[in-house]
C-alpha cells in the first residue's frame, strides 16, 4: 500500500511514542557528546553504556535502517511510517542510535546491486550495527580521477588476489569490513573495475592512520599484500563496479551535504555571529561592532539559509516525483563552500582566541573551532572535489562538451 | 512550506509563459524603446488584463481570482524572462496588497475592480532619495478641513510617468527614520499640485520624479490609519520585494540559458568554447547560484501565502539572493559573449541594465543584509 490511511498513521505513531518512550533510554535523549557517538562494530567501546542498549533495541525493530527490507532486517517502514518515526525520535530530542558507512553508502547500493545471498548475509549486521564498513576508494595515485585507480585483482580460480593501496580510507583502523574499488582489466579504464568487499582481519591489510592539520587521524594509509578474498564476496558483475561506484558516490555526497561534513558542525560550537558578539561588541543599534564583518555574516547567513531551502525543495520535489538534475552534486560543492566560510568567519569572530591549540589559555569550544576551521579544509576535496563537482555539474547538467 | 506548484498554478504558469514568449519578446521591448515609447505599452497591458493577471492578488469579490502569491510568482517570473516593462508589480502586488490589506471597504469597491480589470493603474511613490530607505519618509502630511495637504517630493517611482493614482508615503507626525508617522494617500495623477517628470531610464522601462505642491486629499483616500500605515506599508512592500525577486529570477535564468546556448555553439581555436574549463565552471557556478535562488523565492513566495512569521526575513533573503544573482549573471552573460555581447543589437545589454534597476528598486543586496541581520538579532 502506497499510503496510509490518516487513522492508520495516527495508530502507528502512538506505536512509536509508546515504544519509543519505554525502549529509549533517558541518556539518550540528551545532546550527543563526541565521544559517545556509536559506530558498532567488533571494536565499538560503547563508552556510555545506555548506547549499547539503544542500539541493540532499535537494531532489533530495524528502525536504524527504517525503509530498508525488512526480509533484511530493516524496518519495512514505508515513507509516511519513516517520517512519523523521525518526527517522534525528534520529539523526544532521542540521538541516532548509529553513525555508519554501511547504513549510509554501502548498504543502499548492496540493496540496489547485490544479490540475494549478498544481502542476506551483510544488510542484518549493517542494521543491528555488527559490522562497521569502510571505504576504499582512493589511491596515490587516483584521487580526483577516481577510475584511474591501480589496485590489483587477480583471479586465482577459487579466489581473488588483491595487491596495491588505498588512501583517505576513513576509519579503516577502526573498520571491521571493506567495500573496494579494484582494477579486474588493465587494459580499459572505466571498465576494469570491479566492485569487492572483504574482512579488514583478512591477512595482508594493513592500516595506518594520516594525522591532518587539524590534529586529528580520521582517515587512514591502506596497504592490501596478497590480500586472498573468496569468489562470492564480488559485488555485481565482474568489470561493472564503475556503475556501482558511481551511485554510491551520490550516496556518499548526499549523506555529506545533509549535514555530514567535518568541520565546524560539531557540538558546543556556537554559529559565528554569536562569537561575533561576544568578541566584537554591539554598538549602541544592536548591531555588531564591525560593519564589514557584520555584512560578511549576513551574507553566509543567507548562503546557509538558501542552502537549506535549496536542500528542502530537492526533497520536495522528489517525493512529488519530479526529475532533480543531479542536484546531489550542486548541493555538494555548495555545502562545502557554506561550511568552510562558516569556519572562517567562527575563527575571524573569535580574534586571537580563535589561535589556541591545546591547553587551559583559550575556551574549549573556542580550540574546537580553530581545530574544525582546519578540518573545514577538506570539505572541498573529500567526497569529490568541488572542481570534480563542478565538472558533474557542466557536463551532466548543463550538458557542455568535453574539451577535444 | 510548499516548494511544488498545484495544477492551477502550474496552469497559469505555461499561461504566464508562452504569453510572454509569444506577445513580449525581447524585441517587443527594443521596439517600443526605438519608438520612444518609454516602457507604456497600452496594448499589452490590455491583453494582460484578459488574462486576468492583474487579479491574482484580489478577491473575487472585487472582481480578483484570488490566486495568491504562489501564482503571482509565476506571472513575474514570465515576464523577467523577456525583461518586460508591465504594470504588474506596481498595480497587481503593490496597489492590490496596499489598497487590499489597507483601504476602507468604500476605497475597495471603488479601486479593487478597476484594478482586476487593468482599467486603471497605480504607482507607490514612497522613496525620496536615491536609496531605498522606506522609513525616511520627509513629505509633509498637514490636516486641513476636510483632509490632508500634502507636500514634498518623490523620486524615481516605477510607472509613475503612466500611472492613473498613486499611494504616496507621506509624514503626518513625527520625523524622518520613525514607523510611526507614516500615512498613505490614494492620489489620483490629474491631483491639482501633482507634478509629473517622466524619466529616461537605462532599461529603457521609464519612470518618473513627483513632485507635491499643496495636493489635498480627502481623509476618505487614507489608505489604513493615519500616522500608522506603516504596517500596511511594510507588508505590502515584502510582497513586492517577493514578487520582484521572482521577476530577477527569470531574467537570470533567460540570460542564462542565451549564454548556455552560446557556449553550445560558438567556436574558437576549432573547439566549442562550452568545452573549455574555465567558462564551464563558472557555468557550474552560475547555475548553483540560480537554483538556490529558486528556493528562496519558492519559499518567500509560499511564505506570503500562508503568512508565515518570518516572511520579512524570507522577502529580504529572496530579494539579496537574486539580486547578486542577477548582476552574476548578467555581467557574465556580456562577458562570455565577447564582443557581440557589446554591442546594442544583442540582448545581452538590455539583461545588464534592467538587472541594475532591478536591484534598486525596493532594496539591493545591500540593504536587504543589514535588514536581515536585524531580523536576526545582530
Known amino acids: 500500500m502506497a499510503f496510509d490511511a490518516p487513522e492508520e498513521l495516527d495508530a502507528f505513531r502512538t506505536e512509536v511514542r509508546d515504544w519509543l518512550e519505554a525502549n529509549c533510554p533517558a541518556s539518550m535523549r540528551t545532546p550527543m557528546k563526541d565521544d559517545e557517538v556509536v559506530w558498532g562494530g567488533r571494536r565499538e567501546p560503547f563508552k556510555n553504556p545506555d548506547s549499547k542498549v539503544w542500539l541493540e533495541r532499535m537494531g532489533e525493530k530495524g528502525w536504524t535502517a527504517p525503509q530498508w527490507p525488512a526480509e533484511y532486517g530493516g524496518g519495512g517502514l514505508n515513507k509516511a511510517q519513516a517520517k512519523v518515526l523521525q518526527e517522534e525520535m525528534r520529539r523526544i530530542k532521542a540521538r541516532p542510535p548509529l553513525f555508519s558507512f554501511g547504513l549510509w553508502m554501502f548498504g543502499p547500493a548492496l540493496l540496489e546491486f547485490g544479490n540475494d545471498e549478498q544481502k542476506a548475509r551483510f544488510i542484518p549486521d549493517i542494521v543491528k550495527?555488527?559490522?562497521?564498513?569502510?571505504?576504499?576508494?582512493?589511491?596515490?595515485?587516483?584521487?580526483?580521477?577516481?577510475?584511474?585507480?591501480?589496485?590489483?585483482?587477480?583471479?586465482?580460480?577459487?579466489h581473488w588476489l588483491i595487491n596495491g593501496q588505498k588512501v583517505w580510507t576513513s576509519y579503516a583502523d577502526q573498520a571491521d569490513w571493506i567495500f573496494s574499488l579494484v582494477r579486474t582489466d588493465t587494459s580499459v579504464k572505466h571498465d576494469g573495475i570491479s566492485f569487492l568487499v572483504f574482512d579488514m582481519d583478512t591477512e595482508g591489510v594493513e592500516t595506518r592512520p594520516i594525522k591532518l592539520i587539524s590534529g586529528s587521524s580520521p582517515f587512514c594509509e591502506t596497504f592490501f599484500t596478497d590480500v586472498k578474498v573468496p569468489k562470492d564476496q564480488l559485488v555485481g558483475q565482474l568489470n561493472a563496479g564503475w556503475t556501482i561506484a558511481k551511485r554510491l558516490l551520490q550516496f556518499e555526497r548526499s549523506s555529506i551535504s545533509a549535514g555530514g561534513f567535518g568541520g565546524t558542525g560539531g557540538s558546543g560550537?556556537?554559529?559565528?555571529?554569536?562569537?561575533?558578539?561576544?568578541?566584537?561588541?554591539?554598538?549602541?543599534?544592536?548591531?555588531?561592532?564591525?560593519?564589514?564583518?557584520?555584512?560578511?555574516?549576513?551574507?553566509?547567513?543567507?548562503?546557509?539559509?538558501?542552502?537549506?531551502?535549496?536542500?528542502?525543495?530537492?526533497?520536495?520535489?522528489?517525493?512529488?516525483?519530479?526529475?532533480?538534475?543531479?542536484?546531489?552534486?550542486?548541493?555538494?560543492?555548495?555545502?562545502?563552500?557554506?561550511?568552510q566560510e562558516k569556519s572562517e568567519l567562527i575563527v575571524e569572530a573569535l580574534g586571537t582566541e580563535g589561535l589556541g591549540w591545546q591547553g587551559d589559555g583559550f575556551a574549549d569550544d573556542a580550540k574546537k573551532a580553530t581545530r574544525g576551521w582546519l578540518r573545514s579544509k577538506g570539505n572541498s576535496i573529500e567526497g569529490g572535489t568541488s572542481e570534480v563537482n563542478l565538472n558533474v555539474i557542466a557536463k551532466r547538467v548543463l550538458g557542455l562538451r568535453e574539451h577535444q | 512550506m510548499r516548494f511544488v506548484l498545484s495544477e492551477d498554478q502550474q496552469?497559469?504558469?505555461?499561461?504566464?509563459?508562452?504569453?510572454?514568449?509569444?506577445?513580449?519578446?525581447?524585441?517587443?521591448?527594443?521596439?517600443?524603446?526605438?519608438?520612444?515609447?518609454?516602457?507604456?505599452?497600452?496594448?499589452?497591458?490590455?491583453?494582460?488584463?484578459?488574462?486576468?493577471?492583474?487579479?491574482?492578488?484580489?478577491?473575487?469579490?472585487?472582481?480578483?481570482?484570488?490566486?495568491?502569491?504562489?501564482?503571482?510568482?509565476?506571472?513575474?517570473?514570465?515576464?523577467?524572462?523577456?525583461?518586460a516593462a508591465t504594470p504588474l508589480l506596481q498595480t497587481a502586488v503593490l496597489g492590490a496588497s496596499l489598497i487590499g490589506l489597507g483601504g476602507s471597504e468604500a476605497l475597495k469597491g471603488e479601486w479593487l475592480p478597476k484594478l482586476a480589470a487593468g482599467e486603471v493603474t497605480t504607482a507607490l511613490a514612497l522613496d525620496e532619495g536615491t536609496h531605498h530607505a522606506p522609513l525616511n519618509v520627509a513629505t509633509e502630511a498637514e490636516r486641513n478641513g476636510q483632509g490632508f495637504t500634502l507636500n514634498g517630493a518623490k523620486r524615481y517611482v516605477s510607472d509613475g510617468h503612466h500611472a492613473d493614482a498613486f499611494i504616496v508615503a507621506a509624514r503626518s507626525f513625527g520625523e524622518a527614520g520613525q514607523s510611526h508617522g507614516v500615512t498613505l494617500f490614494l492620489v489620483p495623477s490629474d491631483a491639482s499640485g501633482l507634478t509629473v517628470q517622466a524619466l529616461n531610464t537605462v532599461d529603457s522601462h521609464g519612470a518618473a520624479h513627483l513632485s507635491l505642491e499643496d495636493v489635498?486629499?480627502?481623509?476618505?483616500?487614507?489608505?489604513?490609519?493615519?500616522?500608522?500605515?506603516?504596517?500596511?506599508?511594510?507588508?505590502?512592500?515584502?510582497?513586492?520585494?517577493?514578487?520582484?525577486?521572482?521577476?530577477?529570477?527569470?531574467?537570470?535564468?533567460?540570460?542564462?540559458?542565451?549564454?548556455?546556448?552560446?557556449?553550445?555553439?560558438?567556436?574558437?581555436?576549432?573547439?566549442?568554447?562550452?568545452?573549455?574549463?574555465?567558462?564551464?565552471?563558472?557555468?557550474?557556478?552560475?547555475?548553483?547560484?540560480?537554483?538556490?535562488?529558486?528556493s528562496c523565492v519558492a519559499a518567500a513566495l509560499s511564505a506570503a501565502d500562508e503568512q508565515a512569521n518570518n516572511l520579512p526575513e524570507l522577502a529580504s533573503l529572496a530579494k539579496a539572493q537574486a539580486s547578486e544573482l542577477i548582476h552574476l549573471v548578467s555581467n557574465e552573460t556580456v562577458q562570455f559573449h565577447g564582443g557581440i555581447g557589446m554591442t546594442d543589437a544583442h540582448d545581452s545589454g538590455l539583461y545588464m541594465k534592467r538587472a541594475r534597476v532591478q536591484e534598486a528598486l525596493l532594496g539591493g543586496a545591500s540593504f536587504h543584509r543589514d535588514r536581515y541581520a536585524r531580523l536576526n538579532g545582530f
Open chain 1, 129 to 158: 550495527g555488527k559490522t562497521r564498513w569502510c571505504q576504499g576508494y582512493s589511491e596515490p595515485g587516483a584521487g580526483s580521477d577516481l577510475a584511474g585507480l591501480q589496485t590489483k585483482c587477480e583471479d586465482k580460480g577459487d
Open chain 1, 269 to 339: 560550537i556556537l554559529p559565528p555571529q554569536e562569537y561575533a558578539k561576544q568578541h566584537v561588541g554591539m554598538d549602541e543599534a544592536g548591531r555588531i561592532a564591525d560593519g564589514d564583518l557584520r555584512g560578511r555574516l549576513a551574507e553566509h547567513l543567507m548562503f546557509s539559509k538558501a542552502f537549506g531551502l535549496t536542500v528542502q525543495r530537492s526533497t520536495a520535489e522528489a517525493k512529488a516525483g519530479q526529475e532533480v538534475g543531479h542536484t546531489a552534486s550542486i548541493l555538494k560543492y555548495a555545502a562545502a563552500k557554506m561550511n
Open chain 2, 11 to 83: 496552469m497559469l504558469r505555461d499561461t504566464a509563459m508562452a504569453f510572454a514568449r509569444d506577445e513580449l519578446p525581447v524585441s517587443h521591448l527594443r521596439g517600443l524603446r526605438d519608438a520612444g515609447a518609454n516602457g507604456v505599452d497600452t496594448e499589452n497591458r490590455n491583453k494582460l488584463a484578459e488574462l486576468g493577471f492583474f487579479g491574482v492578488l484580489i478577491p473575487e469579490e472585487y472582481g480578483g481570482v484570488d490566486m495568491g502569491m504562489v501564482a503571482m510568482g509565476q506571472i513575474m517570473e514570465a515576464q523577467g524572462r523577456t525583461i
Open chain 2, 216 to 294: 489635498n486629499v480627502s481623509e476618505a483616500n487614507v489608505i489604513g490609519a493615519v500616522d500608522a500605515g506603516w504596517d500596511v506599508l511594510d507588508a505590502a512592500l515584502d510582497r513586492g520585494r517577493i514578487a520582484l525577486a521572482a521577476e530577477m529570477l527569470g531574467s537570470a535564468q533567460a540570460a542564462f540559458e542565451m549564454t548556455l546556448e552560446y557556449l553550445q555553439t560558438r567556436k574558437q581555436f576549432g573547439q566549442l568554447i562550452g568545452s573549455f574549463q574555465a567558462l564551464q565552471h563558472r557555468a557550474a557556478k552560475m547555475f548553483t547560484a540560480l537554483e538556490m535562488t529558486r
